[in-house]
């Protein structure tokens, strides 16, 4: 049997647990200094007008960081730098102390352990919320996939621990497609958490939530923290207090101020660029 055969026997097995099935944290993610993302020095100039102006920002390894500005204060080119998206002029951008971003792309720094979750929640409508977290643990690119691999017990589990951390647990079997705007949005992050991310990018989560909906949204974010590190970024500042340790205000690519929320609300500068006062 030649390589292809066999490789194309052992897909179709359906006893069979592939290797992909099983969750990787990369060796080479060092973060002895407690500090997990590093950008310094950042630069990036779009025809002329400067996104991203000498940029630093520093994430800690389990914490959760809200990220404020005002519309074209660079939040959004600096989440697609990170992510590989876009690349700077200048600087750098390290995950841990080991691995340099700027050498990798999308689906590589994907599988090194940073996940991104867009504003608008992208699920696939026509399957379940069982066969979403399954598809994103798997990493199969097709629903034929999901339905040929066998998952074994400690893999159904982690569905189950997934689903139950993002309240759907009595969902299981709802077409994704029949979900509330909230729990779309909260499915989504699931099937993040199912790439067992070190990092997770996550884009106005409320947008669109009824209040019920962001206060379980504020709960499950803060949940994640410690084993996860989360950035979320936000307009909602209802929202980012009620959630918020540190909060880092962008404004025209740079960091304006970085503090606690009283911090934040106190600062002369922060009112006057921001908050409109």
Request: net charge negative.
């Amino acid at each position: 049997m030649n390589a292809i055969s066999h490789s194309v026997s052992q897909f179709v097995n359906r006893e069979q647990v592939f290797d992909f099935l099983k969750p990787q944290e990369n060796p080479l993610i060092d973060t002895r200094h407690n500090v997990l993302l590093y950008l310094e020095g950042v630069n990036k100039t779009f025809d002329g007008f400067k996104a991203i102006n000498d940029l630093n920002l520093y994430i800690r390894e389990g914490e959760l960081r809200c990220i404020i500005g005002p519309n074209g204060a660079g939040k959004t080119t600096m989440m697609d730098i990170i992510t590989g998206k876009t690349r700077p002029d200048t600087g750098q951008v390290w995950l841990g102390s080991k691995i340099n971003l700027l050498k990798m792309d999308e689906a590589e720094i994907a599988n090194i352990g940073i996940g991104r979750k867009f504003q608008k929640p992208t699920v696939f409508e026509c399957l379940s919320v069982w066969h979403n977290l399954e598809l994103a643990m798997t990493g199969v690119r097709s629903v034929w996939g999901v339905f040929r691999a066998t998952l074994n017990g400690e893999q159904q589990d982690e569905i189950q621990r997934v689903m139950a951390l993002i309240g759907l647990q009595d969902h299981a079997q709802l077409m994704a497609g029949n979900l509330s705007h909230g729990q779309k949005q909260w499915l989504e992050i699931g099937m993040l958490l199912m790439q067992k991310p070190k990092l997770l990018l996550v884009d106005e989560p409320v947008a669109g939530m009824t209040h019920q909906e962001m206060d379980r949204t504020a709960e499950l974010l803060n949940s994640l923290t410690g084993e996860h590190s989360v950035v979320v970024v936000e307009h909602d500042m209802d929202f980012v207090r009620s959630i918020a340790s540190t909060v880092t205000v962008l404004h025209q690519g740079h960091v304006l101020a970085e503090g606690n929320m009283s911090d934040i609300q106190s600062n002369p500068k922060v009112k006057e660029v921001y908050l409109g006062e």
